[in-house]
């Protein structure tokens, strides 16, 4: 079945750091790919996306590509800021799923520490 | 444009009391989904409703109901609330052929 892998965490980074959250997957068929971002005390953000292979995401300096040859999605920051700090989550959607298309399967998320 | 909102916020239950979280959206979307979030078990799809008067179990609908009242609105209803459906749960709702979904802020729920 699909299913989506995420680097455990925490990950604990200066600022400035180069940030890679590892995310690999499991699908049949050709899934899109997303990355959501979740805030202290908030709801999930949608933060990226790609719907093909070889496809770049990007959004507030984040980048994640869709490799198919490896199954990867991994999200890469050139320099997190304090303010990045949050669970970053992985995901893809299941395709024909009871009729639905927007049912997505998560990874369990990657804690992200940015300190001063 | 509010997106997807939420009510309540914070809840506290006693075990065997029932209540109904309530969730609407004004973005037009066709599905809306119930999940729950635990520590260490990332998102877990409780129920789901593809369109206006469909619904659909997910992953861990045991002890929940939902209805789709309308096309803005998905309720969630704990008949009889249970210690282990402590928990923060969110709402979301995405477009027809779209597969992103926008999340509501959550509602956060203890139950004693």
């Known amino acids: 079945g699909n299913s989506v892998t995420q680097m455990e965490g925490p990950v604990t980074l200066s600022e400035e750091a180069f940030l890679t959250i590892n995310c690999t997957y499991t699908a049949t068929g050709y899934p899109s790919l997303f990355w959501y971002v979740q805030y202290p005390g908030e709801g999930l953000q949608l933060l990226l996306k790609a719907t093909k292979a070889d496809d770049k995401g990007s959004n507030k300096g984040f980048e994640a590509t869709y490799r198919k040859e490896t199954t990867s999605f991994h999200l890469e920051k050139g320099s997190v800021q304090v303010s990045d700090s949050a669970v970053y989550f992985c995901?893809?959607?299941?395709?024909?799923?009871?009729?639905?298309?927007?049912?997505?399967?998560f990874g369990k998320g990657t804690k992200l520490s940015v300190k001063p | 444009n509010a997106g997807v909102t939420q009510t309540p916020k914070f809840q506290v239950l006693k075990t065997g009391q029932s209540m109904t979280l309530q969730c609407a959206q004004d973005?037009?979307?066709?599905?809306m989904y119930w999940y729950r979030q635990d520590p260490g078990m990332g998102l877990r799809l409780i129920y789901y409703?593809?369109?206006?008067?469909?619904?659909d179990k997910g992953e861990v609908p045991n002890g929940y109901n939902v209805s789709r009242l309308n096309k803005r609105e998905f309720s969630l209803r704990l008949e009889s609330a249970a210690p282990s459906q402590t928990s923060v749960y969110f709402c979301?709702?995405?477009?027809?052929?779209?597969?992103?979904?926008?999340f509501g802020p959550g509602t956060r729920l203890t139950v004693t």
């Open positions: 979301a709702s995405s477009a027809r052929d779209r597969y992103e979904q926008y």
């Open positions: 995901a893809l959607n299941r395709m024909n799923y009871g009729g639905s298309q927007g049912n997505l399967i």
């Open positions: 973005m037009n979307h066709n599905s």
């Open positions: 409703s593809a369109s206006e008067g469909t619904t």
